[in-house]
């Protein structure tokens, strides 16, 4: 299978300096790269959503997670296949 | 592309309000695996059951790390073990022992199918099984049975009504040092369905393929969550939107998770069942939603119509989400599984009558209600007569999985831990049935049967 497989990861805790620098590089030597990302700060936390195209790298979404959780082990991180928010959202 | 609210809605769902795929269940058919001889047989089922789900536990662990979203159980349902018994003759026992050890061999929860069909009349292996289930329930671990006793299109099999509350209170007794566990594995049937994924009713029909994957979804907690978030004056019809938008989410995620797992397994995807089955952790019950809807607690007047409401919602809400829909599909309310129920149940809000009343309109019977250790055999069948004839006149699953607390009487409790709960004896009439009970014979099906 030759399609684009994406990943969907948030970020959310208490904010501090270095999460996003951080995040990235997580991203960057899974091999993972980045498609979208949004982030903001509601009521002094910290929320982040990036959407990564996962096609080339060679982490499951299990290990992805792991290595971001490793890098920013206060926060609250998920990282999930695209596939399930399409499913449920999309008609 | 997805926006940023729908993302946090599916995570909180997840993290926050207990949305799970409450199940994943491989049915697999062992008509190819009967011998005369019960020794060969018992190794082939072992045999086929083994090269057919050994990856089952592995895959459904691949698809919750790859979404996100926990699948609570795994599971096997099997073809009804009497049509094994009556080829093969010998000790029925033999075939829950054998179901017992492949199951824990390939580390699954559960193993349905120890199960007869006898709505009609008994042949050659019932009576045996059914026999027997009393000593397979308490020897095995995961083994769960299943008798189904009547249909809208065959009537009550009032004979195996009669040995079913026999059956129900020995299994009770040979298991009353472990909390009388056999009976929360043992469910009697009225139009028992032949692709349900959620034990203890679990088997493989013989009108399934050879090798199906099922899928049970969950999330009565993602469905309270939302209606706690409507305002105050909104209508019941207004209510019973939301709750369908919602269960149409909560079904694509089981259809996703469903057919991923079929694929990679190798096999047919089977049916999705809806149904919103509860759990005793905060935030995942039944009664719950029903309280939010706007009932003091579970159990007061106006409980059967919302119930009503919340179950037909349920389906429509989930038949646009999937093609397969199947099985019991609608809510449940098993008792000592729900926080809420058990709080009703123990505050005497919710009484055993009332229970029956819901059955009518839900989509399974008396489930997980544990009654006075001494209520005697006919009274439990008069319950199981009671229950199959709502389901036969109303052309509906019922059921009847109660558990006689030996030992135990009203007020005191019994817990069986994990899924299973915990909860209060309940009050049973104790005037006596034994007289229509002992009549046996059969009730002729109803006018509802002639269609043709």
Not at chain 1, 16 to 24: A, D, E, N, R, T
Not at chain 2, 47 to 61: F, N, Q
Not at chain 2, 67 to 80: A, C, E, L
Not at chain 2, 337 to 363: F, H, Q, W
């Amino acid at each position: 299978m030759n399609e684009t497989q994406k990943a969907v990861v948030t970020v959310i805790g208490k904010d501090m300096v270095g999460i996003l620098s951080k995040v990235s590089a997580a991203v960057a030597d899974a091999n993972a790269n980045v498609l979208e990302m949004t982030q903001s700060i509601l009521d002094g936390y910290f929320c982040l959503i990036m959407i990564l195209d996962i096609t080339k790298s060679d982490k499951t979404i299990e290990e992805l997670r792991e290595i971001i959780g490793g890098r920013v082990p206060d926060m609250v991180v998920h990282v999930m296949h695209e596939n399930i928010f399409d499913a449920m959202h999309r008609i | 592309m997805l926006n940023t609210s729908d993302i946090m809605e599916t995570i909180t769902m997840i993290q926050d309000e207990n949305l799970d795929i409450r199940t994943i269940t491989m049915g697999i058919s062992l008509i190819d695996c009967a011998d005369t001889d019960i020794d060969k047989s018992c190794q082939k089922v072992y045999d086929k059951i083994y090269s057919h789900a050994k990856d089952l536990v592995k895959t459904g662990e691949f698809i919750e790390k790859k979404y996100g979203i926990p699948i609570v159980n795994k599971r096997v349902s099997v073809t009804p073990i009497a049509l094994l018994c009556g080829v093969s003759g010998g000790d029925p026992v033999k075939y829950a022992k054998t179901l017992d050890k492949v199951a824990h061999d390939i580390g699954i929860n559960f193993i349905g199918g120890y199960s007869t069909l006898v709505q009609k009349g008994f042949s050659a292996g019932d009576m045996e099984l059914i026999e027997s289930i009393p000593r397979a329930l308490s020897e095995t671990e995961l083994v769960c049975s299943s008798v189904n006793v009547g249909s809208t299109k065959a009537g009550i099999n009032m004979d195996a009504v009669k040995i079913m509350g026999q059956k129900v209170r020995e299994t009770a007794e040979l298991t009353k040092d472990r909390q009388c566990i056999g009976d929360a594995k043992l469910v009697v049937f009225c139009n028992a369905v032949e692709d349900n994924p959620f034990m203890a009713g679990a088997f493989h029909g013989v009108s399934e393929a050879d090798c199906v994957l099922s899928v049970g979804v969950s999330g009565p907690g993602v469905v309270r969550s939302v209606l706690s978030k409507m305002p105050e004056d909104a209508t019941m019809n207004e209510i019973a939107e939301v709750i369908k938008k919602t269960a149409f989410k909560i079904t694509r995620v089981g259809q996703l998770a469903g057919t991923e797992a079929a694929e990679m397994l190798g096999v047919k995807f089977g049916i999705i069942d809806l149904s919103l089955a509860p759990t005793p952790a905060v935030g995942d019950s039944v009664a719950h939603i029903l309280e939010e809807i706007g009932l003091e607690q579970c159990g007061a007047h106006g409980t059967t119509a919302a119930l009503a409401m919340l179950n037909d919602a349920v389906k429509k809400g989930g038949l646009m989400a999937s093609s397969s829909v199947g099985g019991l599909s609608g809510a449940f309310i098993p008792v000592t599984e729900d926080a809420g129920m058990i709080d009703a149940a123990r505050a005497g809000t919710l009484s055993i009558e009332k229970l029956e009343a819901m059955t009518a309109v839900c989509s399974v019977g008396l489930d997980m209600i544990v009654i006075p250790g001494d209520t005697t055999a006919e009274v439990i069948s008069a319950i199981i007569a009671d229950e199959a004839a709502i389901g036969m006149v109303n052309s509906k699953t019922t059921a009847v999985r109660v558990i006689p607390a030996i030992g135990l009487a009203e007020g005191e409790e019994l817990d069986f831990g994990g899924l299973l709960g915990s909860g209060p004896v309940m009050k049973v009439r104790t005037k006596s049935p034994a007289k229509m009970i002992n009549r046996g014979g059969r009730i002729p099906a109803p006018l509802q049967s002639l269609k043709n």
